[in-house]
T-cell receptor
Framework: DSGVTQTPKHLITATGQRVTLRCSPR?????VYWYQQSLDQGLQFLIQ???????AKGNILERFSAQQFPDLHSELNLSSLELGDSALYFC??????????????FGNGTRLTVT | SQELEQSPQSLIVQEGKNLTINCTSS?????LYWYKQKYGEGLIFLMM?????EEKSHEKITAKLDEKKQQSSLHITASQPSHAGIYLC???????????FGGGTRLMVKP
């Protein structure tokens, strides 16, 4: 058990809808990362938050947004969903802002299916 | 093209055999991380390599980092069915805060 909790485990929704994925980092970790894993694109970095502030942005679509709350949990919001958004969405956390001394610890992911 | 290339993409070995997975970067590495993923599940952290020439072992899995070649290898000795899964290398390529991942190596171990 990595200590990173993601909910829900599975989500099935229709095109055009909006969903929210939730992540609780490991106790004490200030950094939260979101990744998307699909068969054709592999594991892609979306966005990172550190102690409530956005610190790095990857290949995140404008229809997607995220935030980290004062209690350090994070939410990833996906809107105007398309079939191609179907994927496994992972949250990871680390203790540091950088990765020099602290690897990423991943949750079990949320599997999103858009129909 | 991928910034991190893993080879082979898939591997089927007989139980008890040794195997090696490679991860090569097209850019300067600032740390190399190995993860294992069971199908459809989360990534499990295996090892972190930060210095050239560094070698780490965990049970029957050994990883090395060759900074000059910008390459890391993961070696499994006497493979077991429990080693089956997807092995992913991740690297801090941009000296920054996030990991870029390779495409993964799918390992099957036949009993």
């Amino acid at each position: 058990d990595s200590g990173v909790t993601q909910t829900p485990k599975h989500l099935i929704t229709a095109t055009g809808q909006r969903v929210t994925l939730r992540c609780s980092p490991r106790s004490g970790d200030l950094s939260v990362y979101w990744y998307q894993q699909s068969l054709d694109q592999g594991l892609q970095f979306l966005i990172q938050y550190y102690n409530g502030e956005e610190r790095a942005k990857g290949n995140i679509l404008e229809r997607f947004s995220a935030q980290q709350f004062p209690d350090l949990h994070s939410e990833l919001n996906l809107s105007s969903l398309e079939l191609g958004d179907s994927a496994l969405y992972f949250c990871a956390s680390s203790g540091d802002l950088g990765l020099r001394n602290s690897p990423l610890h991943f949750g079990n992911g949320t599997r999103l299916t858009v129909t | 093209s991928q910034e991190l290339e893993q080879s082979p993409q898939s591997l089927i070995v007989q139980e008890g055999k040794n195997l090696t997975i490679n991860c090569t970067s097209s850019k300067t590495l600032y740390g190399l991380y190995w993860y294992k993923q069971k199908y459809g599940e989360g990534l499990i952290f295996l090892m972190m390599l930060q210095k050239g020439g560094e070698e780490k072992s965990h049970e029957k899995i050994t990883a090395k980092l060759d900074e000059k070649k910008q390459q890391s290898s993961l070696h499994i000795t006497a493979s077991q069915p429990s080693h089956a899964g997807i092995y992913l290398c991740g690297a801090a390529i941009w000296a920054g805060n996030m990991l870029t991942f390779g495409g993964g190596t799918r390992l099957m171990v036949k009993p």
